[in-house]
């Protein structure tokens, strides 16, 4: 096992990786921006170090500053968090050379991933299955009505090397397509220095569902269920939960069927997600890989017991998965909200200076947290300050508790959206488990006239 | 006269007006970014750029002129 590893990443899932490392007994560096000198995750790690200005072109993106600093600190591995370099194949590459190991799959599967035309492609040749879409760029927004009319609308457009709902658009028809093509080409260009776009059928309200996969490089892989994360805003998770409120057994072990079909298709090792569209009559198409820990694996490790990112730092150092596929079964109920320091009601950022910070306490409540109590939020990085985590024996359960919990939770000072969470966890429809990728739009946002 | 001011702090991704350009009240003048998200600065008033205070990639502050409108 490592016996030193560099971060390479900061706020909660900085902190939550290096408590791993904690209980291993592996030393950990940490690496910050001149923007979070004072943020919990800086200390809590055995060193740190300056890597740069806020931005995180000059700090957390410098893939030569930080493998100087790896190499310097004596550290074996980097493991690369979510965001940031995580998905970064160039990084990945650069530290296997520099003599580390990269905690997360090979480059190479890194890199087909990431496009999403030849994830499609790969996934496909896997026999998981794919929305119907374009298999090659489409080069114009000509040729993408073409493909609409073909296909009828809705469709979607995406940016082949999109993330986080940029580039990415629902169109209703001809005269919608022609405006939308040619604004997200050029934002993704901008985003990702790559302006391809393609086109698939747009799935009408379906939910978002994911199945956690973990694989060695020995060839063993086993499926750590599915999380649903339906809630969104702004294409982004709001509410995350585990199990689905409505996936049945049979499509449940179809999807992780699926999904370890795509792992060993790949050649994958690691921890790595697979994202499906699910509709109304449980059908599942493959959206993307994730290949890297996700921003929502706590809720995965809580109806399981198993800590991913210990996973993770086994399968890296090369040691055989000891959990088999029988081993696994669903233990409860965990729902996760996200705070973001935002507008509740507009979702507009909202950085600035906390005055008061109050977690809630009790029984199956679990923090991940970025800030403390006069923390700075800066306008640099990511607007998601915390996560809130409750676990239950069942759904019930978690939702009791998340409620009860969320009502304690108090930050001053800035703006965030502990009253839309508060609003969505309470909601009938959530209660329900109606928890669709179109819950917001038809059950949070006509609720704002009223206030 | 009129200022255009940040309605948040983050750098400056996109102009969209040049100066001089006659524009209208709600036409966006900048986007900025913030927190990975882009934010329109819009126009409060009808009239010609006469001014723009900052460049793209300039990071501002909340209350920051963006750009003059006569």
């Known amino acids: ?451 | 006269m009129n200022e255009v001011k940040a309605s948040m702090a983050g750098s400056v991704w996109k102009l969209v007006a040049k100066q001089g350009e006659e524009v209208s009240e709600g036409q966006d003048i900048a986007i900025l970014e913030s927190m990975k998200m882009e934010i329109p600065i819009p126009s409060e008033s009808s009239g010609t750029v006469k001014e723009l205070k900052v460049e793209e990639g300039d990071f501002v502050n909340e209350g920051d002129v963006i750009a003059i409108i006569e």
């Open chain 1, 1 to 451: 096992m490592f016996e030193k590893i560099l971060v390479a990443n900061r706020g909660e899932i900085a902190s939550r990786v290096i408590r791993t490392c904690k209980d291993m007994n592996i030393k950990t560096v940490a690496v910050y921006s001149e923007a979070d000198q004072n943020a919990p995750y800086v200390s809590l790690a055995d060193e740190s170090y300056l890597i740069g200005k806020p931005r995180v072109n000059e700090s957390y993106l410098n893939i030569e500053k930080i493998l100087k600093v790896a190499k310097e600190s004596g550290a074996q591995a980097i493991h690369p968090g979510y965001g940031l370099l995580s998905e970064n194949a160039e990084f990945a590459k650069k530290t296997e050379e520099a003599g580390l190991t990269f905690i997360g799959p090979d480059a190479k599967v890194i890199s087909m991933m990431g496009d999403k035309i030849a994830a499609r492609a790969e996934m496909k040749k896997a026999g998981v299955p794919i929305i119907p879409g374009t298999d090659e760029a489409v080069a114009s927004a000509d040729e993408a009505k073409d493909w609409a009319n073909q296909f009828g609308y809705p469709v979607m457009l995406k940016a082949a090397a999109g993330g986080g709902g940029i580039g990415m658009q629902a169109v209703y028809n001809d005269e919608e397509l022609e405006k939308a093509f040619e604004g997200n080409s050029k934002r993704a260009q901008t985003f990702f220095g790559d302006g391809k776009m393609f086109i698939e059928k747009l799935i009408v309200d379906p939910r978002h569902i994911e199945i956690q996969v973990l694989a060695d490089k020995q060839g063993n892989a086993v499926y750590l269920f599915e999380r649903e994360c339906s809630i969104q805003r702004r294409h982004q998770k709001v509410v995350e939960e585990a199990p689905s409120p409505v996936l049945s057994e049979k499509t449940r072990a179809k999807m992780g069927e699926s999904s370890l079909k795509a792992v060993q298709t790949l050649g994958y090792s690691n921890a790595g997600t697979i994202e499906f569209m699910v509709d109304d009559e449980e059908n599942y198409y493959f959206l993307e890989m994730n290949t890297r820990l996700q921003v929502e694996h706590p809720v995965t490790e809580e109806i399981t017991g198993i800590d991913l990112v210990e996973q993770q730092l086994k399968v890296a150092a090369g040691e055989s998965l000891v959990i088999t596929q029988d081993d696994l079964e669903i233990q409860g109920h965990a729902i996760e909200v996200r705070i973001y320091a935002e507008d509740p009601n507009t979702f507009y950022p909202s950085p600035g200076q906390i005055t008061k910070l109050v977690l809630p306490e009790g029984e199956g409540i679990r923090h991940e947290v970025a800030v403390k109590g006069d923390s700075q939020v800066t306008p640099f990085y990511d607007p998601m300050i915390a996560k809130l985590i409750a676990y239950g024996a069942n759904r019930e359960e978690a939702i009791e508790r998340l409620t009860k919990a969320i009502h304690e939770y108090e930050i001053e000072g800035i703006k965030s959206n502990l009253t839309m969470l508060k609003r969505v966890i309470t909601h009938d429809n959530f209660k329900a488990g109606d928890t669709k990728t179109t819950f917001i739009q038809n059950y949070y946002l006509p609720t704002l006239t009223n206030h």
